[in-house]
């Protein structure tokens, strides 16, 4: 059985995402009918104005534009931290239709890569003794014996998911889960969607990363201390 590597796409987002949001902004404050709001927004770059409304936090105007994931190579650890987020929509690939007597893939955390050949080779058993116990369950419980079989299953399980939120819950979850504080592989699924983001619609996610990168650092004593590196690192993506 295979390890699996975080793979992320983004499938779909809301075309002219930042003409959409800038319009949406510009309706609440300008006296000029939407055909004439729709043309401005096409015809001049709006990526100042849109900077200006995100840092004066009117931001509710963000969520007319959508962004649509596909995930896959990441952990039912990963998935039970993900779905705590309740502004989005989850697809995720289901343990009771989709059975793993062949096998199922699985992530090595990268401490216990770090501990060598023999950690690795022994979480290796690990997994194959997981799904000897599966398959074991599979074949005494007949009928839909994936519902209870995958009881037995590792949370280092991997899993397939669509995911879909709107950009201000984005910034939201880019605030808490690429923050160093956050659990390695729930930030680096952060940081694949910030960048593809980034590319998708600059403007709107010109800011976006750890809540320090664009004001002060919410951990207190709990702090990591490395706002400047964050700041860099966040500029770059
Ligand atoms: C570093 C870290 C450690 C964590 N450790 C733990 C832990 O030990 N145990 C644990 O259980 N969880 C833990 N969590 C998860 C955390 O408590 C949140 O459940 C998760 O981050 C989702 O955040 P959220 O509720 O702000 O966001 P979302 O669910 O994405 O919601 C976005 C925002 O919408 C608003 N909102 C959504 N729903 C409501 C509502 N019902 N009422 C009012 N406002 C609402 C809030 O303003 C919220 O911030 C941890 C998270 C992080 C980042």
Request: aromatic share 8%; net charge neutral; with cysteine.
């Amino acid at each position: 059985m295979p390890e699996s590597r975080l793979k992320v796409t983004l499938l779909a987002s809301t075309p002219d995402a930042e003409a959409v949001c800038a319009a949406a902004a510009r309706t609440c404050y300008s006296a000029m009918h939407t055909d004439e709001l729709a043309a401005l927004v096409h015809t001049k770059d709006q990526t100042v104005f849109l900077r200006r409304i995100v840092a004066s936090g009117h931001l509710s105007v963000l969520e007319h534009a959508s962004f649509t994931f596909a995930v896959e190579g990441v952990s039912r650890v990963l998935l039970a931290q993900l779905t705590r987020h309740r502004i989005a929509s989850f697809s995720v690939q289901s343990q009771r239709y989709v059975s793993l007597g062949e096998g199922f893939d699985y992530i090595i955390p990268p401490r216990i890569r770090g501990l060598g050949e023999e950690a690795v080779a022994e979480y290796r058993s690990q997994m194959e003794t997981a799904h000897s116990w599966y398959r074991a369950w599979q074949e005494k419980l007949g009928e839909n014996a994936n519902e209870d079989a995958r009881f037995v299953l590792p949370a280092a399980c991997e899993t397939r998911l669509t995911l879909t939120m709107n950009c201000r819950e984005l910034l939201h979850f880019f605030s808490l889960r690429c923050c160093s504080r956050a659990q390695w592989e729930i930030r680096a699924l952060a940081d694949a969607m910030l960048s593809l983001c980034k590319k998708a619609a600059p403007a709107l996610f010109e800011t976006a990363g750890p809540s320090c990168v664009s004001g002060p650092c919410p951990e207190g004593a709990k702090s990591c201390g490395r706002a400047a590196e964050m700041r860099e690192k966040y500029a770059k993506l």
